[in-house]
């Protein structure tokens, strides 16, 4: 999850206070803020303890051990004899001055906690034992290729104590955060973390997983629609004993709003209760709230064939992973003045008609794809793109008109061995209907601003799935072109303190590199540096100048 270090500034106006109680005496949809526990800062990651204590994560606190700056410290509540939440204590004995997420509970004496790395322990989950009111480290949990490469990290021991969903950045990801799951095989000794699949995992922000007791439905966030609403929770279901085998993801019912939600979970022994944190109405930080639980009837009892919803077009090509790509040359696209579009593809069924699917041909004129250079015609490869940031690649431009039909396809992408990838939205595709597409050839001194990576305010976090796209996109490049050395250069506004500044920037870059290098590219064939707010290429007095000065621009070096 992205962070702000703006921790300072207390939240905005909150909802009326409510008196809490684990048993609803209201209406079963009201949402109800847990106001004692809740603070100006973040609060996270919700797990009840055997004894009805509740264990949480605050980040950005100024009593964690990190001070203001730490991610999080674990903190604890529990009732007091009239049954109400007293206020929160800091937990030192399982906490660091890094990223600190408490898992769950092996039995009443034994705890997990995820530790990020820092005084002295190891990145991964850590085991405590219980004396009292303080807790004793054990010994780090043996997981195999554990490896996070995130600031984030979220968790949760499942119900029978025998597995860990996890939400990192690691080994197989589909994008940013995936979810994974491990398994218990023997005390210390756990398997190493499995990507969950494409089916729930995608190119955006998959977070704070919770599985239900029944081991069917995964509850989680995510920001996979990128329409600016930040994280919103999900529930996808088994179809069979595979744990790769899942349902597409649905939004729940209640709880998401215009800001993020996340920590989605039961909280109560009558399973009705939920609770889970929400931004709608702070600074960015998670605040704790109640709501019912939506409880999902399992598929194990199903006819998974026959009650799997119908796939039309869309649906398959979501969880479509890899596609044939098929050079277009410029011989064969001379030969083309004008192509068809044909108003609904060959094979699909419409069950609620008999009526024959009418065509409809409308005459489109060939965008030519040009060398910027030499202004000749050059072969190219062609793909198209929707929002959750997977792609299909197509014979023709034929195809791409075709496909614009379909609301969800939204993004052309062009590419030609030894040039930059050009990546299109739909209106310019529309735009330069009967005109040339210039590539820029990709030789040493070449330099472009990267503009559709877009970061989170004050932050290295990628805000959207366009970003991805790109990324995505630069992958391909530079596998594609394996003699290529690129530099990568952070440059902020003038805002704020420079030597913050030029760190940000510097992080920027190296967020990028960092997903180039997981996805494959040779860590010394990416360059990175970071300038902050000293080479502006627009006016810091205006909005539209400073937006302009944050960016990221690749350089070839040779």
Known sequence: MSKTLYFFFSKASRLFLLAFSFFFTAKAQELMPLTVLNSPYDEQSPVVSLNGELFFTVGFHPGNIGGPT?????????????GEWQKPQHIPSLSTSGNDVLIGFLDALTALVYHSGNNGKRQGIHQYSRFGNSWNYLRPLEMGNFKNNSSHFSGRLVSEGNAIVMS??????????????????????????LNLGPQVNSFAQEQTPYLS????????SSNVHGNGRGKDIYFSQRMSQSWEDWTLPQKIGLANSTGSELSYAIIDQNNDQAIFTTTQNSEGFGDFMLVRFEAKDPLANLDIQENTPEVN?????????????????????????TVSIIGEKEGIQHEQSDTPVPTLAVARKMIRIINGQTLEEVPYEIEIGNDRGLKNALESQNEVWELLGEPQWNTIIISSKGFLPKMLDSSEWVDLEGKDLFLQPAISGTAIVLNNIQFNRGTSDFADSKSIQVLDNLVTFMKENQDIIIRLEGHTDNAGDPSLNKDLSMKRASKIRG???????????VRISGWGGSRPIADNQTEEGRVLNRRVEMLIEN
Do not use: C, H
Request: aromatic share 14%; proline share 2%.
């Open 70 to 82: 730490d991610y999080g410290d674990i903190w604890m509540s529990k009732k007091d004899n009239n």
């Open 168 to 193: 990192m950045n690691s080994f197989g990801t589909f994008g940013n955060e995936d979810i994974y799951i491990s398994f218990k095989q023997s005390e210390t000794v756990w398997t190493s973390p």
């Open 213 to 220: 007791n029944d081991l069917q439905t995964m509850y989680f």
């Open 313 to 337: 077009v869309d649906e398959s090509l979501l969880i479509q992973e890899d596609a044939l790509v098929i050079s277009a040359e410029p011989e064969m696209k001379a030969m083309q003045d």
């Open 515 to 525: 997903y180039l290098t997981i996805n494959g590219v040779d860590f010394e064939r």
